[in-house]
């Protein structure tokens, strides 16, 4: 049982994801930082208020905290801006760049314009031979 645990821990995927949530932990503290030091205040420049936690209605003595609710969305959209921004846009590049060229998988039929795989040599949709790599 231990070789196997010892296994299960030295397993790639579970140290990937290990330094992934590690990453991301470290990463959440920078954006964090980003939206209570930066964009916040920016925030409160213009509305007048850097910090809306205190805003709320009530209703029939129930209580209503929008403001919460505004400071989790400016924070939930930072964050995903800064991922997009900062993660996503560079490693779609890096992977249009450097990763592997994907092949075309599908060819279209010159008899009946159906799409075939590319090794097909007989038309599934109208039985036609289309040979080897013709189009």
């Not at 049982?1 to 995927?13: D, K, P, V």
């Not at 930082?33 to 805003?55: C, K, R």
């Amino acid at each position: 049982m231990i070789s196997e645990f010892r296994e299960f821990i030295l397993r790639g995927n579970l140290l990937d994801l290990a330094v992934a949530v590690v990453i991301g932990t470290a990463f959440g503290a920078v954006v964090t930082s980003l939206v209570e030091n930066l964009i916040t205040p920016i925030v409160g420049a213009i509305f007048g208020e850097p910090d809306f936690g205190g805003l709320s209605f009530a209703i029939n003595d129930s209580t209503f905290g929008y403001g919460n609710f505004l400071n989790a969305l400016i924070t939930f959209l930072s964050v995903a801006t800064a991922v997009f921004f900062f993660v996503v846009k560079p490693a779609n590049e890096l992977m249009a760049r450097f990763g592997p060229k994907e092949e075309e998988d599908s060819r279209e039929c010159p008899h009946c314009v159906s799409e075939i795989p590319v090794r097909a040599t007989r038309c599934a949709f109208c039985t036609s031979e289309v040979g080897l790599g013709n189009a």
